[in-house]
């Protein structure tokens, strides 16, 4: 009985933090636990820091060692589940076919998940999020760059080779059709993500069309914007257009009947309000249910603990 | 052991015309049975007709009615599997909600699973065509429209509403971007598909430009641009390169390594050969394998045979 009210741990492993959550087995956060990983590119170094994480958690609520019963840890990039292998981050860390389940088991000893990020994010609004009890749906991350997270029948859908929803290389009207090589951002994120909105209202600016400074972030172009900034509209108006014909391609493809938007970009109400409006104006036979995570940036963290749980109900540490 | 032995058929339900072909259990086709549905709109004639036909095969393979042990039918609309229910056909015949599976059932006293058609024919592929043994691929069939059946682990991905691949709706560069009515053509179909390309042909041509006349079908045009006509090789190239940004989206998204084209447009050399240099000239993270079909016009009755196959092995008449 002890057992069964064991503790787990999510981690959300971003390329300027390390966040960690501890939570019983009912999902319920007890403690959390944040270090930067600001220049720290070395994997053994960021297991060392989740591992000084976990061992700060449990001793802040006085759990022993012996009733941690799993860790889940979200990683920026792709990442082989079965193996627990992650593939290749995306920037910053540089990580190709780091065995990331392993290093982290070996050090503490209980069994371990890895799932790519985006993927966690969307596992967070599957059990506890809007689209809690929605058997498809799609979770859009959209922060510097845009990914996706497929939720079919309930589970994540990976892909052959574990990189299934990288959508930001989408091709749809308006997006640059060119190649782009590995590491550039691709053909959708140059418009709707957070450094193509930064692009896009630079290309535009003119000190006599606007207010506003040349140099802004993705969601002060859309405040600017909310508050009538007619250049800063034309830069939404444009986001809004581009990522509502990526969901409606993928809305045809995998009949799917939500979307959630994640990330600062993503969960912006301009954008979600303009998004929506373009999206119903569209076809009437495909009207997808756009909807905000209400998880906000705790998405990430509160998925890997739900991992976690799942790990730790159906798994036992193979070593 | 009689039993094991039984017999199946499998149907395609065309917009023209009606095939159906016996089997034995192991899919070895014993006789082919065809009848014009030019006309015929309403799903009682079909049901008949299919009735007819398997009486027929029956009798001129003189196999006693007891051992047919099901049938299967592929079917031109969206279409719930669970229920064996027609929701919409997309041309043609009109229905709407047709209880098909029931109907045929009620005539035939055997176990009957009803499909669409174009996932019908990529269980063939994945059964005994080009696709045998792949976890995840894309059938897609252009013909005069455009659709595609998903197959992942395996199995026919049909989507919340059973709609899932409709991709003939698809949003690329270079499509239109007007809002489509139902029964309309989708945006990409209206470049790529037969139709489209007809159309595509039609907006081109001027007397100077080409010996060749102003109506052609698709094939033609693809046949002259093989044969060096500048202009026929100007459509082919757009419709190869619209082609290209579409199985490039879906292989994004799906993170699918196979596509296998079918229909009488898809099955084209031209438009394969075209649609594969651009593809893999486009992103060396994306190199999906791009097949034509080798079952052509086969493939939606040997799939139904499959699919009626699988159900007699799996299934027991619910009445």
């Given at each position: 009985?002890?057992?069964?009210?064991?503790?787990?741990?999510?981690?959300?492993?971003?390329?300027?933090?390390?966040?960690?959550?501890?939570?019983?087995?009912?999902?319920?956060?007890?403690?959390?636990?944040?270090?930067?990983?600001?220049?720290?590119?070395?994997?053994?170094?960021?297991?060392?820091?989740?591992?000084?994480?976990?061992?700060?958690?449990?001793?802040?609520?006085?759990?022993?060692?012996?009733?941690?019963?799993?860790?889940?840890?979200?990683?920026?990039?792709?990442?082989?589940?079965?193996?627990?292998?992650?593939?290749?981050?995306?920037?910053?860390?540089?990580?190709?076919?780091?065995?990331?389940?392993?290093?982290?088991?070996?050090?503490?000893?209980?069994?371990?998940?890895?799932?790519?990020?985006v993927?966690?994010a969307a596992i967070a609004e599957s059990r506890i999020g809007v689209a809690r009890g929605v058997r498809d749906f799609v979770f859009v991350a959209l922060?510097?760059?845009i990914?996706a997270g497929i939720v079919l029948n309930g589970?994540?859908f990976?892909?052959?080779?574990?990189?299934?929803g990288?959508i930001?290389?989408?091709?749809?009207?308006?997006?640059?059709?060119?190649?782009?090589?590995?590491?550039?951002?691709?053909?959708?994120?140059?418009?709707v993500?957070?450094?193509?909105?930064?692009?896009?209202?630079?290309?535009?600016?003119?000190?006599?069309?606007?207010?506003?400074?040349?140099?802004?972030?993705?969601?002060?172009?859309?405040?600017?914007?909310?508050?009538?900034?007619?250049?800063?509209?034309?830069?939404?108006?444009?986001?809004a257009q581009t990522l509502a014909y990526a969901l409606y391609n993928l809305a045809i493809v995998l009949n799917c009947p939500l979307f959630v938007l994640g990330g600062?970009v993503g969960m912006h109400p301009a954008l979600w309000t303009a998004t929506r409006d373009i999206l119903s104006r569209r076809d009437k036979r495909v009207q997808p249910d756009l909807l905000r995570s209400t998880l906000g940036?705790?998405a990430?963290?509160?998925?890997?603990?739900?991992?976690?749980?799942?790990?730790?109900?159906?798994?036992?540490?193979?070593?």
């Open positions: 009985m002890l057992q069964q009210q064991g503790y787990v741990v999510g981690a959300d492993i971003g390329g300027t933090s390390l966040r960690l959550a501890l939570a019983n087995m009912d999902g319920q956060v007890l403690g959390k636990w944040k270090a930067s990983t600001e220049g720290i590119r070395d994997p053994h170094v960021v297991v060392r820091l989740i591992q000084e994480g976990v061992d700060d958690l449990l001793q802040q609520s006085s759990i022993p060692r012996s009733l941690l019963r799993a860790v889940a840890a979200g990683a920026p990039g792709v990442t082989n589940v079965d193996e627990g292998v992650v593939i290749a981050t995306s920037y910053l860390m540089g990580w190709r076919d780091v065995p990331f389940r392993a290093l982290l088991e070996a050090k503490l000893g209980v069994p371990v998940a890895v799932d790519n990020d993927n966690v922060g510097t760059g990914g589970q994540i990976h892909g052959m080779s574990w990189s299934a990288e930001g290389y989408l091709l749809v009207p308006g997006t640059p059709v060119t190649p782009v090589e590995t590491g550039e951002p691709g053909a959708l994120e140059s418009i993500g957070g450094e193509g909105i930064k692009a896009q209202w630079r290309s535009v600016w003119r000190k006599d069309l606007t207010q506003h400074p040349r140099e802004l972030v993705a969601t002060q172009v859309f405040d600017y914007a909310l508050a009538g900034d007619a250049l800063a509209r034309q830069v939404l108006d444009k986001s600062t940036s705790d990430q963290v509160n998925g890997a603990i739900h991992l976690a749980i799942e790990t730790a109900n159906s798994r036992v540490l193979m070593s």
